[in-house]
């Protein structure tokens, strides 16, 4: 029997593929971090460079004092910030030394542990990285191999990086990370203990969704491959298509004889805590998914979908949907078979809509990020591009201008441009990010540092009265209390 340590992800994944990494604000992550301070978590798996945006875009959260204020609020648990690869918020590919200011940074604020994951399974690419983390400051650096499905993603691939991971003294873990949700018992019979043997001695973790109903049998076998750490959210942000429950996952294991590092009272209230979040802010909460056989092929993250179902719905397309969810399989095996991770996820449903929906023939519109992509901006594809796609992409005017595109400035130049006495903070935010963006974040101030569930509804309604400025008159009413509130005239 085994005893099994605990990630938590709901802050960031659950977050993110549940709620569109919208639905939590610092304010309702300060409030709950002294329970997942106590609950023993082997790490908190915390927020990405993309998160980082989302903060400072929708919440005008300052995505740096979020990481301060959380590593002050909960010192023994390591913040996880995860990467993958050379790029920082913006799509387009950094120079080396803008991501080691990056990493440096994030590093100081207070992030420990680190997460890399390339998209490509490119192994060199992860070392890379995981050096300029160590160099930069980063105390535990956990690389990724991306799980899929495809003719070229056998388990020699796997074992291959793998070993060239496990060989890199900067990288002082490995994970198996499954973000559809793909990997099933009988492949982990193979798979797994193959990558353990590869691995040197390094810490196995596994990181799955609950897409199509797969990821709990995974996590209940784990213990007999090695595994010594599973990733999880709790509550309501599990399920769906986000990672399995803490709680339900914890159950099992101890169903079956092995324990569990966590406190179990801190788990549940933190569970309660997200319910009452949720309920009080219309989010939805995660529930179990059945098998679907036909995700195998286009193995399209869950938010994707319904990102796609909306926009083919407000162009009165939704007819078109079996057609393209078709095209999404094709689309993958004509460009190489990437995995289907941000940020090839979007570019391979991107052309799959306009193949199917553009009225001409296929590839007769090819979006700049998929031309980055063929000419290797992302790195190189695993297998060469269909040659007739790639004659097609080639015979673009768009795409000679695109190869002959700079990279990124050097650093002394885009300080130059931005401004020499900025914080190494705010430089790296308007080095990637609209400046509009960033100046409405600063002028927002310092976060909020308490949210309360209870209260959540009313104070969200008087912000929005607040903000009508066609109201002049506002009336509340219960049983034997009226209040009447009026504008006052300029």
Same mark, same amino acid.
């Given at each position: 029997?085994?005893?099994?340590?605990?990630?938590?992800?709901?802050?960031?994944? /659950?977050?993110?593929?549940?709620?569109?990494?919208?639905? &939590?604000?610092?304010?309702?992550?300060?409030?709950?971090?002294?329970?997942?301070?106590?609950?023993?978590?082997?790490?908190?798996?915390?927020?990405?460079?993309?998160?980082?945006?989302?903060?400072?875009?929708?919440?005008?959260?300052?995505?740096?004092?979020?990481?301060?204020?959380?590593?002050?609020?909960?010192?023994?648990?390591?913040?996880?910030?995860?990467?993958? !690869?050379?790029?920082?918020?913006?799509?387009?590919?950094?120079?080396?030394?803008?991501?080691?200011?990056?990493?440096?940074?994030?590093?100081?604020?207070?992030?420990?542990?680190?997460?890399?994951?390339?998209?490509?399974?490119?192994?060199?690419? #992860?070392?890379?990285?995981?050096?300029?983390?160590?160099?930069?400051?980063?105390?535990?650096?956990?690389?990724?191999?991306?799980?899929?499905?495809?003719?070229?993603?056998?388990?020699?691939?796997?074992?291959?990086?793998?070993?060239?991971?496990?060989?890199?003294?900067?990288?002082?873990?490995?994970?198996?990370?499954?973000?559809?949700?793909?990997?099933?018992?009988?492949?982990?019979?193979?798979?797994?203990?193959?990558? %353990?043997?590869?691995?040197?001695?390094?810490?196995?973790?596994?990181?799955?969704?609950?897409?199509?109903?797969?990821?709990?049998?995974?996590?209940?076998?784990?213990?007999?491959? /090695?595994?010594?750490?599973?990733?999880?959210?709790? !509550?309501?942000?599990?399920?769906?298509?986000?990672?399995?429950?803490?709680?339900?996952? #914890?159950?099992?294991?101890?169903?079956?004889?092995?324990?569990?590092?966590?406190?179990?009272?801190?788990?549940?209230?933190?569970?309660?805590?997200?319910?009452?979040?949720?309920?009080?802010?219309?989010?939805?909460?995660?529930?179990?998914?059945?098998?679907?056989?036909?995700?195998?092929?286009?193995? &399209?993250?869950?938010?994707?979908?319904?990102?796609?179902?909306?926009?083919?719905?407000?162009?009165?397309?939704?007819?078109?949907?079996?057609?393209?969810?078709?095209?999404?399989?094709?689309?993958?095996?004509?460009?190489?078979?990437?995995?289907?991770?941000?940020?090839?996820?979007?570019?391979?449903?991107? %052309?799959? *809509?306009?193949?199917?929906?553009?009225?001409?023939?296929?590839?007769?519109?090819?979006?700049?990020?998929?031309?980055?992509?063929?000419?290797?901006?992302? !790195?190189?594809?695993?297998?060469?591009?269909?040659?007739?796609?790639?004659?097609?992409?080639?015979?673009?005017?768009?795409?000679?201008?695109?190869?002959?595109?700079? /990279?990124?400035?050097?650093?002394?130049?885009?300080?130059?441009?931005?401004?020499?006495?900025?914080?190494?903070?705010?430089?790296?935010?308007?080095? *990637?990010?609209?400046?509009?963006? #960033?100046?409405?974040?600063?002028?927002?101030?310092?976060?909020?540092?308490?949210?309360?569930?209870?209260?959540?509804? &009313?104070?969200?309604?008087?912000?929005? #009265?607040?903000?009508?400025?066609?109201?002049?008159? *506002?009336?509340?009413?219960?049983?034997?209390?009226?209040?009447?509130?009026?504008?006052?005239?300029?």
């Amino acid at each position: 029997m085994a005893e099994l340590r605990l990630v938590e992800t709901s802050l960031r994944d /659950g977050n993110q593929s549940l709620w569109g990494a919208t639905g &939590l604000n610092t304010a309702m992550m300060l409030q709950i971090a002294p329970v997942m301070e106590r609950a023993g978590f082997a790490a908190i798996d915390f927020t990405t460079s993309t998160h980082m945006a989302v903060a400072a875009r929708f919440k005008r959260d300052d995505p740096w004092e979020r990481i301060r204020l959380m590593h002050a609020a909960m010192p023994n648990t390591p913040l996880q910030f995860l990467s993958t !690869g050379f790029r920082f918020i913006a799509w387009e590919t950094a120079s080396p030394e803008f991501m080691a200011l990056a990493f440096a940074t994030v590093a100081k604020n207070g992030i420990r542990r680190f997460a890399v994951a390339d998209p490509m399974n490119d192994a060199e690419a #992860v070392v890379e990285c995981a050096r300029m983390v160590k160099r930069g400051g980063g105390e535990y650096v956990i690389a990724a191999l991306v799980y899929t499905l495809s003719p070229i993603h056998d388990d020699a691939h796997y074992v291959a990086r793998a070993a060239r991971l496990a060989a890199c003294p900067d990288i002082d873990a490995l994970y198996l990370k499954d973000p559809g949700g793909l990997l099933t018992t009988a492949r982990a019979r193979t798979l797994i203990p193959a990558i %353990q043997a590869a691995a040197g001695g390094k810490k196995l973790e596994l990181h799955s969704h609950c897409t199509i109903g797969l990821a709990d049998l995974i996590y209940l076998d784990a213990p007999d491959y /090695g595994i010594h750490t599973v990733q999880c959210a709790t !509550g309501v942000l599990g399920d769906g298509t986000s990672n399995p429950p803490a709680e339900r996952v #914890v159950a099992n294991l101890k169903a079956l004889g092995h324990s569990v590092a966590i406190d179990e009272d801190a788990v549940a209230e933190i569970s309660r805590y997200f319910a009452r979040l949720a309920d009080a802010e219309g989010l939805p909460p995660g529930k179990p998914q059945g098998f679907d056989a036909a995700y195998l092929r286009h193995q &399209l993250p869950g938010g994707m979908v319904g990102t796609m179902l909306r926009h083919l719905k407000e162009s009165r397309l939704s007819h078109e949907l079996p057609a393209v969810m078709e095209e999404l399989g094709r689309v993958r095996e004509e460009l190489g078979w990437p995995i289907v991770m941000t940020p090839f996820s979007q570019i391979v449903l991107t %052309q799959a *809509v306009l193949n199917v929906t553009g009225g001409r023939e296929r590839y007769a519109t090819v979006p700049d990020e998929l031309i980055r992509y063929a000419i290797g901006r992302f !790195g190189k594809p695993n297998m060469p591009i269909d040659p007739q796609v790639m004659d097609r992409i080639d015979s673009l005017p768009r795409t000679r201008e695109l190869r002959a595109e700079p /990279g990124m400035p050097s650093l002394a130049e885009l300080r130059r441009r931005i401004g020499t006495t900025l914080s190494d903070e705010e430089f790296l935010l308007r080095a *990637v990010m609209p400046a509009e963006q #960033v100046d409405a974040m600063i002028a927002a101030g310092p976060a909020a540092r308490h949210y309360e569930p209870s209260t959540a509804p &009313l104070m969200n309604l008087l912000r929005e #009265v607040l903000r009508r400025t066609d109201l002049t008159t *506002v009336t509340v009413e219960k049983p034997d209390f009226r209040l009447d509130l009026k504008r006052r005239a300029a």
